[in-house]
Antibody, heavy 116, light 109 residues
Framework: QVQLVQSGAEVKKPGASVKVSCKASGYTFTSYDINWVRQATGQGLEWMGW????????GYAQKFQGRVTMTRNTSISTAYMELSSLRSEDTAVYYC?????????WGQGTLVTVSS | SYELTQPPSVSVSPGQTARITCSGD??????AYWYQQKSGQAPVLVIY???KRPSGIPERFSGSSSGTMATLTISGAQVEDEADYYC????????????FGGGTKLTVL
């Protein structure tokens, strides 16, 4: 079955970077865009950006422009989201999601905690 | 930046019809999508392209869009439908940037 499995929880200090992975299985990885969405505790969903795994093309929300990088390794069907210059407000659960007429498949989420 | 506006909360009794609205200037030209999120879980797509229902989603969930407003309707809401609901769409700038609405807490009791 179609599945996205994300890397485990991370604790980072302010100013550091974090890289979250999202491994796809059950479908052709290069056929569907991967989107990244985050959610702070008790808050709503926030769209961060998308990546086309075939071309590597990306599009980022204006809020994260310059701080986020989305990449992939097609040989292992894995997408990555790296967020730099972390601050406490970046503490959230980060999700990857496959886009095929809507975000129909989601990863389990990765908690990133930013704390000194 | 582009925004989608939802009511913070909607409350209905079991068996009643719940309607959750989402307004946005680009909705006449862009599809709306709806996600259900229960506490501690990842979101689930319940409506795509304004009114289509993914397989496995109960028929009581339906969607519509007219002008600058999209609506999620749950006909005969059940206790298990209590969740947060988010609309989602694309802005019309040509940058393919997506946005979520602020979310609506649906209470069924």
């Amino acid at each position: 079955q179609v599945q996205l499995v994300q890397s485990g929880a991370e604790v980072k200090k302010p100013g550091a970077s974090v890289k979250v992975s999202c491994k796809a299985s059950g479908y052709t990885f290069t056929s569907y865009d991967i989107n990244w969405v985050r959610q702070a505790t008790g808050q709503g969903l926030e769209w961060m950006g998308w990546m086309n795994p075939n071309s590597g093309n990306t599009g980022y929300a204006q809020k994260f422009q310059g701080r986020v990088t989305m990449t992939r390794n097609t040989s292992i069907s894995t997408a990555y989201m790296e967020l730099s210059s972390l601050r406490s407000e970046d503490t959230a659960v980060y999700y990857c999601a496959r886009d095929g007429s809507g975000l129909g498949t989601w990863g389990q989420g990765t908690l990133v905690t930013v704390s000194s | 930046s582009y925004e989608l506006t939802q009511p913070p909360s909607v409350s209905v009794s079991p068996g009643q019809t719940a309607r959750i609205t989402c307004s946005g200037d680009a909705l006449p030209k862009k599809y709306a999508y709806w996600y259900q999120q229960k506490s501690g879980q990842a979101p689930v797509l319940v409506i795509y392209e304004d009114s289509k229902r993914p397989s496995g989603i109960p028929e009581r969930f339906s969607g519509s869009s007219s002008g600058t407003m999209a609506t999620l309707t749950i006909s005969g809401a059940q206790v298990e439908d209590e969740a947060d609901y988010y609309c989602y769409s694309t802005d019309s700038s040509g940058n393919h940037r997506k946005v979520f609405g602020g979310g609506t807490k649906l209470t069924v009791l």
